[in-house]
């Protein structure tokens, strides 16, 4: 007789897929540990105290991609989440001192854009539809199997959307954006959410698609806005490991894996790096391809084809994260003092250029820097006092587009001066935080690989180019959640839809891990594929008022007026 093992489902690793997988599988019943080889759970969605006192959202530190089904589903907000905004969602500042805020409200932005560019302003509102709309298309693939990028295409041509599909998925993000804008620092500034976790840049065929990853997000319905978690990104993983204990899961931190057991090519446990064997009717891996599949499965078990493609998955593309502890705010240049204001409250854009991101692409390949940084900032402690004492703040810096390797040298070589390198560059935009920084904490994309366990510090676990997305995330053999190994499943950001904060993954890969469980179909959630589900009435309403010039005068004036700023707000709607 067959022992029985001691769980239903072991998870490798305590990131958020991981966690989300967790939740769904504890609340069917199912009896689940969750593994994690850090002392915190959270994986690259974490909080934690880097300087003693003070509090940071080491790795990713916005939120806007977190699926709001997964938010509803598992009642995120009953075990502790809070998600919020500041005043302003972000502030560019350009290195010929002009600066540009976007605002919560359409009708602010709109009226700071007209300052830059009015063709632009209304070039911003055109363009925001049409990403509404392709965003209408995409979006009720993420929370089902990957669709066959021919299925894709196939439901855009139904739509008459061909156009639409090559802009933002095969286009570069410099062509895309050149489509619909004038302004160069406008261009710039947009250009930066192509630029993540990628090996490339500006002119690089398909980060159109990695543009319209980041862009898409919704903020409690409201499409392309994106907000801060209350007490750092870990409140997300927190929030999700307090639902997944409530239903029954057991989550041990401080507990590294060091083999998935396979029996006759199936999966029946792990191994920890104590030796300790604990058994399991499946086993799931939150870690990128790479890991689960090179690492943590035994050589000679995986066909020597498949193999091969497991290494060829593109993981090239890295970022890294200053963490300053600041006893003043940053005094950007067009202001009088560092008193608190918007500037402060969302996402920070320091330097944006295009050619900036090209130089920075150059050096990425050759394993260099470049001459200068284009960095982004959070000073999250301005909105959220939880995170540092009275009088002092924290403020992440992050930056782009870096190499995974250097060569000739190491990042642990580098780190430092490298940091220093940053940090005058962001003096030139904030010249009184030369005297103001207390303390700092560097990760390189060396950290991200060897501390955060994330393969060459790819955040998304693989590049979101059009060759690694739908049906071939990340290799079509494994793009149903399941490898070769039977009983053996992946959930983490290399699997369909991508990277992010999502948890569409997870979400997707316990659906499958069920489903075989029971022997059934693994389900497809109502109003996803092609024909699928309608974009909102409203947004109907708006593309067709949109796509006639009348149209457009019309609706960019009534975008404008402060007085139509619910209306405007609803027209925007999500669901």
């Known amino acids: 007789m067959t022992e029985q093992p ?21 609340k069917a019943g199912q009896r689940v540990l969750v593994l994690e080889a850090r002392d915190l759970v959270g994986g690259a969605c974490v909080t934690e105290e880097l300087i003693p006192g003070s509090k940071w959202s080491s790795c990713a530190f916005i939120a806007g991609l977190l699926r709001p089904e997964i938010i509803a589903d598992l009642e995120l907000a009953r075990f502790g989440l809070d998600l919020y905004q500041g005043d302003a969602l972000s502030f560019s500042l350009f290195r010929d001192g002009t600066s540009f805020t976007m605002w919560k409200e359409t009708d602010r932005t709109l009226r700071e854009l007209e300052k830059i560019n009015k063709d632009d302003a209304q070039a911003f509102l055109d363009f925001g539809v049409r990403l509404q709309r392709f965003a209408s298309l995409v979006t009720p693939y993420l929370l089902s199997p990957p669709p066959q ?8 041509e139904a739509a ?3 156009t639409l599909f090559d802009e933002f998925t095969l286009l570069s ?7 619909y804008f004038e302004d160069e620092r406008l261009k710039s500034m947009l250009t930066f959410f192509g630029m993540v976790s990628i090996f490339g840049g500006p002119s690089t065929p398909g980060t159109a698609y990695t543009y319209g990853h980041h862009s898409w997000g ?4 409201n499409f392309g806005q994106f907000g801060l978690a209350r007490g750092g990104m870990g409140a997300i993983s927190e929030a999700l490991a307090a639902g997944a204990r409530h239903h029954g899961a057991t989550i041990r931190t401080s507990t590294p894996v060091e083999r998935v057991i396979v029996e006759r090519g199936t999966a029946t446990g792990v191994r920890l790096t104590d030796g300790t064997v604990i058994t399991a009717a499946r086993v799931i891996s ?8 090179l690492k943590l499965v035994g050589p000679g078990v995986l066909p020597a084809k498949l193999v091969r493609d497991v290494e060829n998955i593109d993981t090239r593309g890295s970022m890294a994260r200053i963490h300053l502890l600041i006893d003043e705010l940053p005094q950007y240049l067009p202001f009088p003092d560092a008193t608190e204001g918007p500037q402060h409250h969302g996402h920070q854009l320091l330097g944006p250029s295009r050619e900036a991101f090209e130089e920075a692409y150059e050096a990425q390949r050759r394993g260099t820097f470049p001459s200068t940084f284009v960095i982004e900032a959070v000073t999250q402690s301005v909105t959220d006092d939880s995170l540092a004492p009275a009088g002092l703040h924290t403020m992440t810096l992050g930056i782009q587009q870096l190499p995974s390797e250097l060569t000739g040298t190491t990042w642990a070589a580098e780190k430092e001066k490298w940091a220093d390198l940053v940090l005058e560059d962001l003096f030139t935009y904030a010249p009184n935080l030369r005297e103001h920084i207390l303390d700092r904490v560097v990760i390189t994309p060396d ?5 955060y366990l994330i393969t060459d510090g790819n955040i998304f676990h693989g590049s979101m180019m059009l060759d690694q997305l739908f049906g071939a995330r990340p290799l079509p053999e494994l793009a149903n959640y399941r490898t070769p190994v039977r009983n053996y499943y992946l959930c983490g950001s290399g699997t369909h839809p991508g990277g992010g904060v999502m948890g569409a993954n997870g979400h997707n890969a316990a659906q499958v891990v069920l489903a075989d469980a029971s022997g059934t179909a693994a389900p497809v959630r109502a109003g996803t594929g092609a024909g699928g589900r309608k974009a909102p009435w409203q947004q109907r309403v708006v593309g067709g008022l949109m796509s006639t010039r009348p149209g457009r005068w019309v609706g960019y004036r009534a975008a404008r007026q402060p007085a139509l700023r619910k209306v405007t707000a609803y027209a925007a709607r999500v669901r």
């Open 6 to 26: 001691e769980y239903d489902a072991v998870i490798i690793g305590a990131g958020h897929n991981g966690l989300v997988t967790a939740n769904y599988l504890a």
């Open 149 to 156: 990028r021919s299925e894709v295409f196939a439901a855009f």
């Open 160 to 162: 008459g959307e061909q």
């Open 173 to 179: 993000v410099r062509d895309l954006l050149d489509r």
């Open 218 to 221: 919704e903020f409690n319905g």
């Open 286 to 293: 939150n870690a990128d391809p790479k890991r689960s599949l």
């Open 447 to 451: 950290d991200l690989d060897h501390e």
